[in-house]
């Protein structure tokens, strides 16, 4: 949008929230007329219906509302059609009395002498029950904001379906007003305007976790590297007129640990080439980033100045998916980095809350460890790119097959390297919340930072139908992952936030769910936002209830069954050791020779996993019944769930669209999410040898998924089956493959058992 455009814009959004119609009027006109500007023309328009019904002028307001409604946005068409009908029952009232004068409700900041009439289905204010009475935001908070917050609730150039242009513009209104107009409500909760410093952090659990990924790291990259020497030594051995290197069989330790080090120090300057070869990274000057958020270059140079830094390099990258990452090897040669759409889709104290966080990685030392794990991973991710690229030009089926091997294995290595990061970026971001909150005394900035990028990823991943490289490759060090972020940002239109996080902060077994998950639980990172809040004592930007919520033991026992039968199986080969012990004693039974080496153990272990399977298969993939099925309709329910754990199978049969990566680089099926109406859901799927329709073969055609919802960290659905519309059925034996695994474990044990 041209700089002329865009200051015409927020002159007229400032005159309409100061209640100067016709100025706002005569800034809105000409951009509301013009075709190029896109979101900026639908700003204007709404604006203008909102002039236009302030000023008296309905039939001007009603015309642009008919023009809005063929918008092709669903969330402007179904605004448009609200804002048309109050119109026309304003319009009609006042024909049929002209001493009757009415407010427009949707836009409505009226004296008590002319009272708002509110929109269908939405009880006045004495109709209303306790938890519907009108909340509004604080007095310092204006009810119309300018195109610098305006801009924090469009997360594209189109808006994504939560996140309409109007939501700016809609002020004190009810949550339940804001629902029915399609638009999120915010708090606009206040910030501290002086606040007293936190206590100090015990930043042992960080400093010892952070040595622990370099040590995992390390042993992984040591294993892996063990195994790649040896079997290219195998081969070289059974290979005719060749022989194996003598120096592949050396120890690899001193020399990898040399490495590593070395890389850590090196690390910024090697990501910088990275990141700008493969992502397009470019440097991002101090006076752009004011122009976005003032506050932020005042809390870089504040902090910095405090701490004797540097100001860390900053840096941009080219992407729609708001996100922010941070690297380097000390304070004097870090970088940020943020993405395009983080400053697009954020408003300034957001922003600058957002930046503090990455001083916190920094100030806490954190950012060496993760910035190591991003150069060695970042290579092996785009390898696996450019392999299932390779294979995805490989039209003979026959040479296709081992492209694919070779790709599922280089991704394989790089979710294992990842993994060894996942602890450290769980923890390392309640640290850096902390911080970001006594930097900036804005902890409720912060709660809509997170949730706004949340929204954006989300609506990223909807206009690209899958889930980007780059989100992919750099989640471990981005505040929120793309995985939490499915159902998160989409579900806010169907349930308010505080319902959906419930389970966050109220399901007593929810961190056991968490052990794989690269990010903590985003509900649980805002109660902790929330206590800073109120230790200050502010209002928060979500209330969250303080009941917590009863589950079953039983059945997190049962969910867990098959790693309880671990340890039981340990209890049980110490038993059998103790028989074996007494009857080699009282020589009744000499079995001694056969178990000396222990390795009975392992034999049992196996057994004990294959009971723990075996108790529960039929809980958790019971049979379907069309009778008890779930619909679209029922998944906030299912969503609003704070008891729920994954052993609740719910049986479901959603329609929507299946989105994800095509090809070679989604073989494994990690990349299978449905676009349903009430929002995304990850989806689980195990490929089946031998049928006739392929999972990738449906990606972007609307299905119906049948299957097993599960709610979790982040909520899935275990596939039964993928049908379309023409009769194509894809099924996915999910409980064929645990009884597989099962039988195999068992049988693997009991052979162990037997011959020691």
Same mark, same amino acid.
């Given at each position: 949008?041209?700089?002329?455009?865009?200051?015409?814009?927020?002159?007229?959004?400032? *005159?309409?929230?100061?209640?100067?119609?016709?100025?706002?009027?005569?800034?809105?006109?000409?951009?509301?007329? &013009?075709?190029?500007?896109?979101?900026?023309?639908?700003?204007?328009?709404?604006?203008?219906?909102? *002039?236009?019904?302030?000023?008296?002028?309905?039939?001007?307001?009603?015309?642009?509302?008919?023009?809005?409604?063929?918008?092709?946005?669903?969330?402007?068409?179904?605004?448009?059609?609200?804002?048309?009908?109050?119109?026309?029952?304003?319009?009609?009232?006042?024909?049929?009395?002209?001493?009757?004068?009415?407010?427009? %409700?949707?836009?409505? $900041?009226?004296?008590?002498?002319?009272?708002?009439?509110?929109?269908?289905?939405?009880?006045?204010?004495?109709?209303?029950?306790?938890?519907?009475?009108?909340?509004?935001?604080?007095?310092?908070?204006?009810?119309?904001?300018?195109?610098?917050?305006?801009?924090?609730? %469009?997360?594209?150039?189109?808006?994504?379906?939560?996140?309409?242009?109007?939501?700016?513009?809609?002020?004190?209104?009810?949550?339940?007003?804001?629902?029915?107009?399609?638009?999120?409500?915010?708090?606009?909760?206040?910030?501290?305007?002086?606040?007293?410093?936190?206590?100090?952090?015990?930043?042992?659990?960080?400093?010892?976790?952070?040595?622990?990924?370099?040590?995992?790291?390390?042993?992984?990259?040591?294993?892996?590297?063990?195994?790649?020497?040896?079997?290219?030594?195998?081969? =070289?051995?059974?290979?005719?007129?060749?022989?194996?290197?003598?120096?592949?069989?050396?120890?690899?330790?001193?020399?990898?640990?040399?490495?590593?080090?070395?890389?850590?120090?090196?690390?910024?300057?090697? =990501?910088?080439?990275?990141?700008?070869?493969?992502?397009?990274?470019?440097?991002?000057?101090?006076?752009?980033? $004011?122009?976005?958020?003032?506050?932020?270059?005042?809390?870089?140079?504040?902090?910095?100045?405090?701490?004797?830094?540097?100001?860390?390099?900053?840096?941009?990258?080219?992407?729609?998916?708001?996100?922010?990452?941070?690297?380097?090897?000390?304070?004097? #040669?870090?970088?940020?980095?943020?993405?395009?759409?983080?400053?697009?889709?954020?408003?300034?104290?957001?922003?600058?809350?957002?930046?503090?966080?990455?001083?916190?990685?920094?100030?806490?030392?954190?950012?060496?460890?993760?910035?190591?794990?991003?150069?060695?991973?970042?290579?092996?991710?785009?390898?696996?790119?450019?392999?299932?690229?390779?294979?995805?030009?490989?039209?003979?089926?026959?040479?296709?097959?081992?492209?694919?091997?070779?790709?599922?294995?280089?991704?394989?290595?790089?979710?294992?390297?990842?993994?060894?990061?996942?602890?450290?970026?769980? =923890?390392?971001?309640?640290?850096?919340?902390? %911080?970001?909150?006594?930097?900036?005394? #804005?902890? #409720?900035?912060?709660?809509?930072?997170?949730?706004?990028?949340?929204?954006?990823?989300?609506?990223?991943?909807?206009?690209?139908?899958?889930?980007?490289?780059?989100?992919?490759?750099?989640?471990?060090?981005?505040?929120?992952?793309?995985?939490?972020?499915?159902? =998160?940002?989409?579900?806010?239109?169907?349930?308010?936030?505080?319902?959906?996080?419930?389970?966050?902060? *109220?399901?007593?077994?929810?961190?056991?769910?968490?052990?794989?998950?690269?990010?903590?639980?985003?509900?649980?990172?805002?109660?902790?936002?929330?206590?800073?809040?109120?230790?200050?004592?502010?209002?928060?930007?979500?209330?969250?209830? &303080?009941?917590?919520?009863?589950?079953?033991?039983?059945?997190?026992?049962?969910?867990?069954?098959?790693?309880?039968?671990?340890?039981?199986?340990?209890?049980?080969?110490?038993?059998?050791?103790?028989?074996?012990?007494?009857?080699?004693?009282?020589?009744?039974? #000499?079995?001694?020779?056969?178990?000396?080496?222990?390795?009975?153990?392992?034999?049992?272990?196996?057994?004990?996993?294959?009971?723990?399977?075996?108790?529960?298969? $039929?809980?958790?993939?019971?049979?379907?019944?069309?009778?008890?099925?779930?619909?679209?309709?029922?998944?906030?329910?299912?969503?609003?769930?704070?008891?729920?754990?994954?052993?609740?199978?719910?049986?479901?049969?959603?329609?929507?669209?299946?989105?994800?990566?095509?090809?070679?680089?989604?073989?494994?099926?990690?990349?299978?999410?449905?676009?349903?109406?009430?929002?995304?859901?990850?989806?689980?799927?195990?490929?089946?040898?031998?049928?006739?329709?392929?999972?990738?073969?449906?990606?972007?055609?609307?299905?119906?998924?049948?299957?097993?919802?599960?709610?979790?960290?982040?909520?899935?659905?275990?596939?039964?089956?993928?049908?379309?519309?023409?009769?194509?059925?894809?099924?996915?034996?999910?409980?064929?493959? &645990?009884?597989?695994?099962?039988?195999?474990?068992?049988?693997?044990?009991?052979?162990?058992?037997?011959?020691?």
């Amino acid at each position: 949008m041209p700089s002329h455009a865009k200051s015409s814009l927020e002159a007229g959004l400032v *005159a309409l929230k100061q209640g100067n119609y016709q100025t706002a009027i005569a800034h809105l006109e000409p951009i509301a007329s &013009s075709q190029s500007n896109g979101t900026a023309s639908l700003q204007a328009q709404v604006g203008l219906v909102m *002039a236009y019904a302030r000023t008296g002028e309905v039939s001007k307001a009603i015309a642009i509302s008919q023009n809005l409604i063929e918008s092709n946005n669903p969330q402007v068409q179904e605004w448009a059609t609200r804002a048309l009908e109050h119109l026309t029952k304003r319009k009609k009232r006042d024909q049929e009395s002209k001493n009757v004068e009415t407010g427009f %409700v949707a836009f409505d $900041n009226s004296t008590p002498d002319s009272p708002p009439v509110p929109p269908p289905e939405t009880p006045t204010l004495e109709e209303k029950p306790k938890d519907q009475v009108t909340e509004t935001k604080s007095d310092d908070t204006p009810s119309m904001v300018p195109l610098a917050r305006l801009k924090a609730t %469009v997360a594209s150039p189109l808006p994504p379906p939560t996140t309409a242009p109007l939501n700016g513009f809609m002020g004190s209104v009810t949550r339940t007003q804001a629902k029915l107009f399609g638009v999120i409500y915010w708090r606009q909760a206040q910030r501290a305007r002086a606040w007293q410093p936190l206590r100090k952090p015990k930043l042992i659990p960080l400093r010892l976790l952070s040595a622990g990924t370099f040590i995992a790291l390390f042993w992984v990259m040591r294993e892996i590297l063990k195994l790649a020497l040896g079997f290219i030594n195998q081969t =070289l051995v059974k290979l005719p007129y060749l022989e194996p290197l003598q120096l592949l069989y050396r120890d690899p330790t001193r020399l990898l640990l040399i490495v590593l080090v070395i890389l850590i120090g090196v690390s910024p300057w090697l =990501l910088d080439l990275l990141l700008a070869k493969l992502y397009g990274q470019r440097e991002f000057p101090k006076d752009v980033l $004011n122009t976005h958020s003032r506050e932020a270059v005042r809390v870089l140079q504040r902090c910095c100045q405090q701490r004797h830094w540097p100001i860390p390099k900053l840096r941009i990258l080219p992407m729609a998916a708001p996100i922010i990452l941070t690297y380097g090897s000390l304070p004097r #040669n870090a970088r940020i980095v943020v993405s395009q759409g983080l400053l697009e889709q954020l408003a300034d104290d957001e922003i600058a809350t957002i930046y503090a966080t990455q001083l916190g990685h920094i100030a806490h030392w954190d950012f060496a460890v993760m910035s190591l794990l991003l150069l060695v991973t970042l290579p092996i991710h785009q390898l696996y790119q450019q392999v299932s690229q390779w294979g995805d030009k490989i039209s003979a089926k026959i040479w296709r097959w081992p492209v694919t091997i070779v790709a599922s294995l280089i991704y394989g290595v790089w979710s294992l390297l990842t993994g060894t990061g996942l602890w450290l970026s769980r =923890l390392r971001l309640y640290y850096s919340d902390r %911080v970001a909150s006594e930097i900036t005394g #804005n902890p #409720n900035a912060l709660i809509r930072a997170l949730l706004k990028i949340a929204i954006g990823i989300a609506a990223d991943i909807q206009k690209q139908e899958q889930t980007s490289w780059q989100l992919e490759s750099l989640n471990l060090l981005t505040p929120v992952s793309y995985q939490q972020s499915l159902a =998160l940002g989409t579900i806010a239109s169907n349930l308010s936030f505080e319902a959906f996080l419930k389970w966050d902060t *109220a399901n007593p077994y929810r961190r056991w769910f968490t052990i794989n998950s690269s990010h903590p639980l985003m509900g649980d990172r805002i109660e902790r936002l929330c206590q800073i809040a109120r230790h200050w004592h502010l209002d928060t930007e979500l209330h969250f209830a &303080s009941e917590p919520s009863k589950v079953k033991r039983q059945s997190f026992l049962l969910q867990i069954a098959p790693w309880l039968g671990i340890p039981l199986g340990v209890l049980f080969a110490a038993l059998v050791w103790l028989t074996w012990q007494l009857a080699f004693t009282l020589k009744f039974l #000499n079995l001694k020779w056969i178990y000396e080496d222990w390795s009975f153990i392992t034999g049992c272990l196996l057994i004990g996993f294959s009971i723990g399977t075996v108790m529960r298969i $039929n809980s958790f993939f019971p049979d379907i019944k069309p009778d008890t099925v779930q619909t679209d309709d029922y998944l906030p329910n299912l969503l609003s769930d704070p008891s729920a754990l994954p052993i609740d199978s719910v049986s479901v049969r959603l329609v929507g669209k299946l989105l994800g990566r095509q090809g070679t680089s989604n073989s494994l099926a990690q990349d299978l999410i449905l676009q349903s109406s009430a929002g995304l859901v990850k989806l689980h799927h195990i490929s089946w040898l031998g049928q006739s329709v392929n999972h990738q073969d449906l990606i972007g055609r609307q299905i119906i998924v049948t299957g097993w919802f599960r709610r979790g960290a982040t909520p899935w659905i275990d596939i039964q089956t993928l049908e379309t519309q023409s009769g194509k059925t894809i099924h996915s034996p999910h409980p064929i493959w &645990s009884t597989f695994l099962a039988v195999a474990a068992q049988a693997w044990g009991a052979y162990v058992f037997l011959t020691g």
